[in-house]
């Protein structure tokens, strides 16, 4: 047993389908696996209680509340007063949530919330098994009005998708696994993220060797965004960063304060990178057309996603791009309207979200927000689990497109893929941090994170 996060390494994780065909595989060998789940829910209990009261357990109906019931009878073989039932007892030390599980199936009936009211009132810290009791595997959603929020959430077997993403992080705390001893023995359902290595720089390379990216953006009134994500492509180590503020004046400066940063357009230098969108406001509609045609690689991000959304024939022509050649940001109201559907309709199910946008326009698609989604045609999806709360400011979705174009200007062979998962994991651990943090002040740590 250890803990999750932060990863070091990408690690599998399984659906609720591939989680039971494992678990049915591995039982034909290993039919004490509960016994494996309730002991390890024991130990991990015993390390987490507060005080000496009893442990307070709650078991559901399932294999889950077998799990339960089994780690009770380990604590009072260890000397520890466990309660199974589902009223509290007197000052718990601690509580159990072994209440539902993997085999949630549909929104919780009335008992069992007034059963997780009961949990959540208490002042003892919720271990939960598996998953948090009401919160679905797959998407990290909670299946009706409610889902437990536990202080921590011993995974068993498998690592599921929806503990990543959506509301699930929210939901399971502190997050701890055990496989039981047993290896998976199909292929993952999606990957969750680990640090990718960095972009290799030659003793003998110049500024050529690493790449012009071109930011279009930044329309007036809102120049910051396209400044920031050109920041972030420089802090990356793109060789040459070059901006092009939309309805500027001739006269005005790209961005007095960073100097390196020069005046481009996409007719000057049509092999760079382009990073669209940042603040472009509506103005980026009419410029769309010939960056969709003549620029090899695009990441695109804001106003440009709804200048797409809005307008049939630019997604036209963004299917008609090469294969890997875009790499699409949207945060869920983004995707929503690139999708015709509404915000919730997006976040229900994160991954089938980014997986149909990505299928429909042939794009690499980050959907962004807690748990942010990879996915690309014919590539197993990602979920970054690296971020925080410290990162919902704004501007800091302008610098990870920056900061995914300068990556990429300097891997010209990667796939988009490859760029995404690489630089949306850089970003997240580069945002870990208590309190608040500007936009600003995150191109700064980036280097560190990749
Ligand atoms: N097998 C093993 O060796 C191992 C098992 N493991 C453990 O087993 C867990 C999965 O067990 P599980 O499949 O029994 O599912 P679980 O989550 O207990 O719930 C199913 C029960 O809940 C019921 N129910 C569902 N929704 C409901 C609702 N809203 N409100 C009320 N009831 C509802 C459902 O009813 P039904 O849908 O059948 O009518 C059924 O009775 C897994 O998460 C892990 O902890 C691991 O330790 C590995 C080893
Ligand atoms: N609670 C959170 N946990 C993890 N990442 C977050 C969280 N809130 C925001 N982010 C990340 O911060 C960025 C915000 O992007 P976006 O919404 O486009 O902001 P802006 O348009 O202001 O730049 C995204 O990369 C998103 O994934």
Redesign the pocket.
């Known amino acids: 047993m250890h803990a999750l996060l932060p990863t070091t390494a990408t690690l599998p994780l399984f659906d609720i389908a591939a989680s039971r065909r494992i678990e049915a595989r591995a039982l034909v060998h290993s039919p004490d696996l509960m016994e494996r789940a309730g002991l390890a829910v024991a130990k991990l209990a015993l390390a987490l209680r507060r005080g000496d009261g009893p442990v307070w357990v709650v078991c559901g109906p399932g294999n889950n509340g077998g799990d339960g019931r089994i780690a009770a009878r380990r604590l009072a073989e260890a000397g520890v007063a466990a309660h199974v039932g589902h009223a509290a007892p007197e000052r718990p030390s601690l509580v159990i949530d072994a209440l539902l599980g993997l085999g949630l199936s549909r929104p919780p009936n009335a008992e069992m919330l007034a059963t997780m009211a009961a949990m959540q009132a208490c002042s003892a810290p919720i271990l939960a098994v598996d998953l948090p009791s009401g919160l679905l595997a797959d998407t990290g959603q909670p299946a009706g009005e409610r889902a437990v929020r536990a202080d921590h959430t011993l995974v068993l077997l498998t690592r599921k998708p929806g503990l990543f993403t959506g509301e699930g992080?929210a939901h399971a705390g502190r997050l701890w696994f055990d496989d039981l001893r047993v290896a998976p023995d199909e292929a993952p359902t999606a990957d969750l993220l680990g640090p990718a290595a960095q972009p290799h720089r030659s003793p003998t390379s110049h500024k050529g060797s690493h790449g012009q990216v071109l930011v279009v953006g930044g329309a007036p009134g809102m120049q910051g965004?396209a400044r920031?994500a050109a920041r972030a492509a420089l802090a990356c180590g793109a060789g040459r960063v070059y901006l092009d503020l939309l309805n500027s004046r001739p006269d005005e400066a790209t961005d007095p304060g960073q100097p390196e940063l020069m005046r481009g357009t996409p007719a000057e230098l049509p092999n760079a990178l382009g990073v669209i969108g940042?603040g472009a406001g509506p103005a980026i509609a009419h410029a769309l057309p010939a960056l969709l045609q003549q620029l090899p690689r695009l990441v695109i991000?804001?106003d440009a996603l709804n200048a797409i959304a809005a307008d049939p024939s630019l997604q036209g022509l963004l299917r008609g791009r090469p294969a890997s050649a875009t790499l699409l940001?949207?945060?869920p109201l983004?995707a929503a309207r690139l999708l015709g559907l509404d915000t919730a309709g997006v976040q229900a199910d994160r991954l089938r979200a980014a997986q149909e946008l990505a299928g429909r326009l042939g794009c690499t698609v980050?959907l962004?927000?807690?748990?942010?989604v990879i996915a690309s045609p014919d590539e197993r999806p990602a979920i970054?689990a690296?971020?925080?709360?410290?990162?919902?400011?704004?501007?800091?979705?302008?610098?990870?497109?920056g900061w995914l174009g300068g990556l990429w200007a300097q891997q010209p062979g990667a796939s988009a893929h490859r760029i995404a998962c690489a630089g949306?994991d850089a970003?997240?651990r580069a945002?870990e941090v208590d309190g608040v943090l500007r936009?600003s002040d995150l191109i700064a740590r980036l280097p560190d994170g990749r």
Not at 387 to 400: F, I, K, Q
């Open positions: 992080r965004a920031l940042c991000d804001a940001t949207p945060h983004e980050v962004k927000g807690s748990g942010s970054c690296s971020g925080g709360p410290a990162l919902a400011t704004a501007g800091s979705g302008d610098v990870l497109a949306v970003h997240g945002g936009a």
